[in-house]
């Protein structure tokens, strides 16, 4: 694990932009393409943004980028909660990106469906290996919930690289998202996060005794890849180490 700590949200956004070309360069330049798979939220729109503006949009060979989602929620493509939707605003219109690049969550079926046909698009993209993305971007919640891997829900003893339907009872609505051990066999995964309403959820879930129930991004260790934290200070105000 590697933490990278910056001064403020401007720089956490650069250093991990930074990041994403880097890593997207390496993986081109290995095998051809690079797949991506996005969180949704408000921090990584940011990230979007700064990624599609023309300070970096000249830095990645867009057209050999695949973009998946790391989680989705359940509700329609037009709906303002729809990870997808956010994508499609913030980074794939701006650089006019093909549909065959991009792999959105098909909710217009059953919860259960869209997840068994969205790790079934995965594994045909990965043509019979095991689905090992390039990057897989992730946030934290302030209950220390990351894609959507929330407290006591039982996808956090999933052991299959896969997707699942994810209900939570405190909001009354479905989730879609990737398993742990899915996410865990990337190349690279990396978190963004910022601000102080973090800084309890990192220290729990970087420095914190093992409780998957209470701290599910405790979940994300990577089996062969690597993982990093891009945090500004406040988020990491309350780590010791």
């Known amino acids: ?11 956490v956004l650069d250093g991990l932009a930074n990041y994403f070309v880097e890593v997207a360069a390496k993986s081109i330049a290995h095998h051809g393409q690079f797949s991506v798979a996005l969180s949704g939220g408000n921090s990584p729109k940011k990230l979007y943004e700064l990624l599609a503006s023309p300070k970096f949009r000249d830095k990645v060979e867009w057209k050999k980028v695949h973009f ?18 956010m994508a499609k605003k913030a980074i794939l219109e701006p650089l006019d990106l093909s549909y065959r690049q991009i792999f959105p969550v098909n909710t217009s079926v059953s919860p259960e469906e869209a997840a068994a046909r969205y790790i079934n698009d995965i594994n045909l993209y990965f043509a019979g290996f095991d689905a090992r993305f390039d990057l897989v971007l992730l946030g934290l919640g302030d209950n220390s919930h990351t894609a959507s891997l929330f407290p006591h829900t039982p996808v956090l003893h999933d052991k299959t690289a896969s997707v699942k339907e994810v209900f939570l009872d405190d909001q009354q609505v479905f989730r ?16 963004l996060v910022y601000g102080a309403g973090k800084a309890e959820a990192v220290h729990h879930v970087i420095e914190d005794k093992k409780d998957i129930e209470n701290y599910p991004a405790q979940l994300i260790k990577p089996s062969d890849g690597e993982l990093q934290w891009f945090l500004d200070t406040a988020a990491a105000a309350l780590l010791k180490k």
Not at 1 to 11: A, G, P, Y
Not at 68 to 85: A, C, I, K, M
Not at 176 to 186: F, R, S
Request: without cysteine.
């Open 176 to 191: 879609i998202t990737m398993t742990a051990p899915l996410i865990n066999q990337a190349h690279h995964i990396a978190y």
């Open 68 to 85: 998946f989602f790391g989680d989705e929620r359940y509700v329609p493509h037009t709906d303002l909660q729809s990870n997808y939707l």
């Open 1 to 11: 694990m590697k933490i990278n700590v910056f001064k403020t949200e401007d720089e």
